[in-house]
């Protein structure tokens, strides 16, 4: 699919993010009928010709004239909101850096924050390019999820949780 067929099978509105049909599908949606549904990992999707496509690289396309060179990033984290102005092109890195619910095995309740052992407190640490970076010791995993949100802040730009 290239962005002329694009254009010509749905329209979008760069302000709600939205989908609507530019034409009657057969057994489907008519004109002016909103496009999609959610996927089950929280993306919105659209079946166009009989394939799935991903709702935020639509987006891009739709907008843009050409396929993202690289991932979508939603920028406000929320998988459903594919305004324009919530997407960008970037890398995995940079997209990863949108992450901010810790993992499933994180005890501490907070991204980049883990129990020190050996000194009783809590360590905070983040990622940038590839490598671990410690953000000091702290007495609390609240003071240690503080630094490393200013820390995240400041290293990412466009990351504001």
Same mark, same amino acid.
């Given at each position: ?50 394939r799935d496509y991903t709702a935020h690289r639509l987006a891009w396309? !739709? ?5 993202? =060179? @690289?991932? /979508? ?5 929320? +998988? %459903? ?34 129990? !020190? ?5 809590? =360590? @905070?640490? /983040? ?5 671990? +970076? %410690? ?27």
């Open positions: 699919m290239n962005a002329d067929e694009l254009r010509a099978t749905l329209n979008y509105d760069h302000l709600t993010g939205l989908f609507t049909w530019a034409v009657r599908r057969k057994g489907g949606r008519g004109i002016g009928k909103k496009a999609g549904f959610i996927m089950s990992h929280g993306y919105v999707g659209i079946c166009i010709g009989g396309l !739709h907008v843009h004239g050409v396929w993202p =060179t @690289a991932n /979508i990033d939603h920028i406000n984290g929320n +998988r %459903s909101d594919n305004r324009i102005a919530n997407l960008r092109d970037v890398n995995q890195s940079v997209n990863m850096q949108n992450v901010y619910a810790p993992k499933s095995n994180n005890k501490s309740g907070y991204r980049g924050v883990s129990w !020190h052992k050996q000194r009783n407190k809590f =360590t @905070a640490r /983040i990622k940038v390019d590839g490598k671990y +970076r %410690s953000l000091g010791l702290h007495d609390s995993a609240e003071a240690a999820a503080a630094a490393y949100m200013k820390s995240k802040r400041a290293l990412h730009e466009g990351c504001t949780q």
